[in-house]
């Protein structure tokens, strides 16, 4: 199946509980939610297997003389660990409305890419289909959350 990225939005007094413990406030089955319909889904951002090529797309260009990741890197950082017999350990992460509002911030300022980028990014056949249209739904997603002055937690498992 590989490995996902799955985001839930979490209200501001839910912030500090969310960072000792994710797990109540993610999903128990988030690729159901993910692939349910339109009128059945959570509010969530999924960003399937693309969270690996965004992830290249925010870190700077080798040669970049500022070598910093944009702001819109941590939406997305963050690595399973292995554990053995192709089985791994997920990685969660969360953050505030103040940062979530960053992110939106920088991901408005991400154009789409084209397919060339798109290869040098990816793994296998990255197209700029794929990767633009999860870009889209991340800045759609971030710019409610921000609206909505909500913080969100995310899973890489």
Known sequence: MGIRYYAYPIRPDQVSAARLDPWPFLSDDPLMDAWARDED??????????????QRLFVPARDDPHPRPRMA????????????????????????????????????????????KAALIGRWNSSADYVNHYLAAAQEFTAGLTRDGLGLVYLIG
């Open 41 to 54: 889904r959570p509010r969530m951002l999924y960003l399937d297997k693309c969270w690996y090529e965004l």
């Open 73 to 116: 890197f941590e939406l997305v950082r963050g690595a399973v660990s292995e554990t053995g017999c192709g089985a791994h350990s997920p990685f969660t992460a969360v953050h505030g409305p103040d940062v979530v509002a960053a992110i939106a911030l920088d991901l408005a300022r991400v154009e789409p890419i084209d397919d060339e």
